[in-house]
């Protein structure tokens, strides 16, 4: 894979600020001392009048960021996926969430790729929280050019939006001509018969890369990507479960909550099959580099592989 | 408008939270009447608002920080104008658009709250907003003084002190009570000005019931440049109603039938005495 093309989410954020600023003359973007990290910085350096950093205190960011859209703006708070989902939670639910406002909340370093800094940083737990919260749009992109669409389309949409960048630098897989982003709307990214491989995030590559392995061994596997959690693009999943008949999902967080909790209560009320939730295993993580954590904890493209070939 | 008119006014709000309470048969009196002479001043002398076109752009702000007081809140805002007096009796009640906190269903209300020390971000988030933009707009926000126990305030703080946020004004209704008892009892928030102070804020304290303190502290906050201004409001909890008045008890306990007879017969000799 040494030729492909790699970047981290959080630099596709950064990036898609600043390319986006002009166009949305009312956007500003709060950080919480970490614009180096969550690549706010590259925002900053093109329009520091309209970076707005407050600190380490994240939960008054999200209240700063309330009074801000009541003041017209478009603001993106940043922070890491800990602190703004985690620790910021219940201003994210009470400020922004019960009176539905513009705020949209840009979440890098989430999940066991953050890597080396551990678990106390690794925040397997945002895509539940969030998704509990009437009105959030939960998005999580699976590479560069998602991660720039999701800016986009929620700087587009009115009300509350979650998206969920990475630390790691991840391959640009969909760069094809076809592509087209829409809130709420799956992707199909491989077709097959033998059973569904739902992934969000990063994991779509390891859904992938698990999927070619599987025709090897003469499974058919169908991979979806869902950017959008919530709402989640039930049709996409059930119809594809009517094919398949088994369906695995893949995140890069808890099994508890996240991706493979929201497939299961759509299947469940509509189609129920037997489901394998690849995640973490309602266990923290460790200090590590981001591709070793991937393997120890089977999210990798040999993990997802061997998981899938055992449930099917 | 002189001040026998916003004594007045300020008997009428509290009607409306006795009144409320009364009929919801829960609901926090206390800390709504001790602010009542606040939320009075407010709506009807500083505040740049037009109860017939509640959103207008460019118009003051007010976050009801300390939210559970909604019907200190909502008494004003009736009276202003903004919705019928009558409603008040819906406070609580399933289906009513008076909620047992504000909400941005409700005329006139700018932020929701409730969650204590959430609403301060909302009005610095606010009062940046108007910075930004060059708007002159003015934002205000009452707290409680047990609120301030909240972290939340003091990130809040620290960010409109240094912002210079000077078209900010933080009240605090200081009416030393919160459900657990005294607040230097509980976990002493004072001395509650010389925080304040170190945080980059001017100071005012005043007599919460007394009109002309009220007015002279609010001009001396528009007067005051390149730094936001916090307003002490020293008050009695209860305030207009005689057995309310200092208690703990009544911080979110409504009058029984006797009781709201009783009240009203108080607030009514205050009528008496404004004739």
């Known amino acids: ?312 | 408008m002189d001040n026998l008119q916003l004594k007045k006014y300020a008997n009428e709000v509290r009607k409306g939270i006795v009144t409320s309470t009364h009929a919801a048969k829960a609901g926090h009196p206390g800390g709504s009447l001790s602010a009542a002479d606040v939320f009075t001043y407010l709506y009807f002398e500083e505040m740049n608002i037009d109860p017939k076109d509640p959103e207008k752009a460019d118009r003051d702000r007010f976050v009801l920080s300390k939210g559970h007081t909604a019907p200190g809140l909502y008494a004003a805002l009736a009276n202003r104008g903004y919705f019928p007096v009558e409603d008040l009796t819906t406070l609580r009640k399933l289906g009513s658009y008076l909620q047992g906190h504000p909400n941005m269903h409700i005329p006139g209300v700018d932020m929701a709250s409730g969650s204590l020390g959430q609403g301060i971000s909302a009005a610095v988030g606010m009062a940046l907003g108007a910075k930004l933009d060059g708007k002159d707009y003015r934002v205000y926000t009452l707290l409680g003084d047990g609120e301030i126990q909240e972290g939340q305030v003091w990130e809040a703080a620290m960010f409109a002190g240094f912002r210079k946020l000077d078209n900010l004004v933080v009240i605090v209704d200081n009416n030393g009570l919160q459900i657990d008892g005294p607040v230097d009892k509980v976990c002493s928030p004072y001395p509650i000005a010389d925080k304040f102070k170190a945080f980059n804020f001017n100071v005012v304290e005043i007599d919460a019931h007394d009109f002309d303190q009220i007015r002279s502290a609010f001009k001396n906050a528009r007067e005051t440049k390149g730094m936001p201004t916090c307003i002490v409001l020293h008050s009695v909890k209860g305030k207009g109603v005689s057995f309310m008045e200092n208690n703990a008890d009544w911080h979110g306990k409504a009058p029984n039938d006797e009781e709201y007879a009783k009240a009203m017969e108080d607030l009514a000799k205050i009528d008496a005495e404004l004739a």
């Open chain 1, 1 to 312: 894979m040494a030729d492909v093309k790699k970047i981290a989410t959080r630099e596709s954020y950064g990036n898609a600020l600043k390319d986006l600023a002009e166009e949305f003359p009312n956007l500003v973007v709060l950080d919480a001392d970490l614009a180096g990290a969550t690549k706010t910085g590259i925002f900053k350096k093109a329009y520091p009048d309209r970076h707005i950093d407050c600190g380490i205190a994240e939960s008054n960011m999200m209240g700063i960021a309330a009074g801000l859209s009541l003041s017209g703006k478009i603001p993106f708070a940043s922070s890491f996926a800990m602190f703004a989902a985690g620790r910021a939670f219940e201003q994210v639910r009470n400020s922004i969430g019960y009176p539905h406002l513009n705020v949209k909340i840009g979440a890098t370093h989430a999940g066991l790729t953050v890597g080396e800094d551990g678990a106390s940083h690794q925040c397997n737990e945002d895509i539940a929280l969030m998704r509990t919260i009437p009105g959030m749009v939960v998005m999580c992109p699976s590479d560069d050019i998602e991660a720039k669409a999701c800016v986009r389309a929620a700087l587009e949409h009115v009300g509350p939006v979650y998206i969920r960048f990475g630390r790691a630098a991840v391959p640009v897989i969909n760069d094809k001509p076809d592509y087209k982003f829409e809130i709420g709307k799956g992707q199909i990214v491989r077709e097959g018969k033998d059973v569904t491989i739902v992934a969000t995030g990063i994991m779509v590559d390891s859904a992938i890369q698990a999927a070619e392995k599987l025709a090897a061994d003469g499974i058919d596997a169908e991979v979806i990507n869902i950017c959008t959690i919530k709402p989640l693009d039930k049709d996409i999943i059930v119809n594809s479960a009517k094919k398949t008949g088994k369906v695995v999902t893949c995140e890069e967080h808890s099994v508890i909550g996240g991706l493979g909790s929201a497939v299961c209560d759509a299947l469940a009320e509509e189609y129920p099959v037997k489901v394998k939730k690849i995640g973490m295993q309602d266990v923290f993580g460790e200090s590590g580099s981001a591709s070793d954590l991937l393997k120890k904890y089977g999210l990798d493209g040999e993990g997802v592989y061997k998981q899938v070939k055992e449930f099917v």
